[in-house]
């Protein structure tokens, strides 16, 4: 029988929808349905928690990374680390450099780390393959402003403004 129950946290009202059967033990009182609930809500977050970080491969992305391992580490997450190149010439020197960190992050990081390379622009790529990986955050390190960007915004100013996920800058 499917069930549609309102399952009320202290931050944010769910709907759940149950679409198979439960064990009539584990309906026996509204308390063990939210916390069957609760749990199931858990373990989905939990599983599809995918976090993104671009790298340049500069000190600035290995802050982005030990960012994203803490918080990859609170909700088990799997991390991406991505590079965008501008030709097919970079492609075997950007594969072999991001294996390095790879190895590097997972090191430190006991959960999956996967990597990318893509030819293209960061303006347009970075949330492209966020939505195509289906990312739930994306981390990125920034340089900072130089020059006129003071006036006309930097480049991740740019790109956060362009992306649909997300996003925290370090």
């Given amino acids: 029988r499917a069930r549609s129950e309102d399952?009320?946290?202290e931050s944010?009202?769910?709907?759940?929808?149950?679409r198979r059967r439960l064990p009539m033990r584990q309906i026996s009182s509204e308390s063990s349905v939210k916390n069957y609930l609760?749990?199931?809500i858990d373990?989905?977050?939990?599983a599809q928690h995918r976090i993104l970080v671009p790298m340049d491969f500069t000190p600035v992305s290995d802050i982005a990374l030990e960012h994203a391992i803490v918080v990859g580490k609170a909700f088990e997450s799997e991390i991406m680390l991505l590079h965008i190149i501008g030709s097919k010439k970079e492609m075997t020197d950007a594969r072999l450099r991001m294996e390095a960190w790879k190895e590097k992050a997972a090191i430190r990081y006991p959960h999956t780390v996967r990597t990318a390379v893509r030819i293209g622009s960061i303006f347009e790529d970075i949330d492209d393959v966020a939505v195509e990986q289906d990312a739930n955050l994306v981390i990125m390190g920034t340089h900072g402003l130089k020059g006129m960007q003071f006036l006309t915004?930097?480049?991740?100013l740019r790109i956060v403004t362009n992306c649909s996920t997300p996003f925290i800058i370090t």
Avoid: K, V
């Fill in 43 to 46: 373990q989905h977050r939990m």
């Fill in 38 to 40: 609760r749990l199931e």
């Fill in 12 to 18: 944010t009202a769910f709907t759940i929808h149950l």
């Fill in 7 to 9: 399952f009320q946290s």
């Fill in 153 to 156: 915004g930097g480049r991740a």
